[in-house]
């Protein structure tokens, strides 16, 4: 079992920087693809980035060169540094772990290979 606890959202003005956090519980943290995800009001749950267990990260098209997300196995944590934001990245962010190995060979940014989610954390980006 893992859970997983999301900070740092909040409301920003467009261009600002938002760095969100996600702390996990379990001892095989290291072995899961951390991903996060968002959604926006009457929209799907979209893929954001993903970082598999060695560190190789994978971004959405609308957030490469903007996004940064980063793991730390010894804490337990994997972030999202989110620079230059936008008023469409207004959503709940996600954090999921996956178990499956498919996640780290290609699948990272379905939302069904991965086991777990926290419960969400709100950024919204005013103009």
């Known amino acids: 079992q893992v859970q997983l606890v999301e900070s740092g959202g909040g409301l920003v003005q467009a261009g600002d920087s938002l760095r969100l956090s996600c702390a996990a519980s379990?001892?095989?943290?290291?072995?899961?693809?951390m991903g996060w995800f968002r959604q926006a009001p009457g929209k799907e749950r979209e893929f954001v980035a993903a970082?598999?267990?060695?560190?190789?990260?994978y971004y959405a098209n609308s957030v490469k060169g903007r996004f940064t997300i980063s793991r730390d196995n010894d804490q337990n944590t994997v972030s999202l540094q989110m620079n230059r934001l936008k008023v469409e990245d207004t959503a709940v962010y996600y954090c999921?772990?996956?178990?499956?190995?498919?996640?780290?060979?290609?699948?990272?940014?379905?939302?069904?290979?991965?086991?777990?989610w926290g419960q969400g954390t709100q950024v919204t980006v005013s103009s």
């Open positions: 999921a772990a996956s178990g499956d190995p498919f996640a780290s060979s290609g699948g990272y940014f379905l939302t069904r290979v991965y086991d777990y």
């Open positions: 379990g001892r095989t943290f290291s072995r899961y693809v």
């Open positions: 970082v598999t267990w060695n560190g190789v990260r």
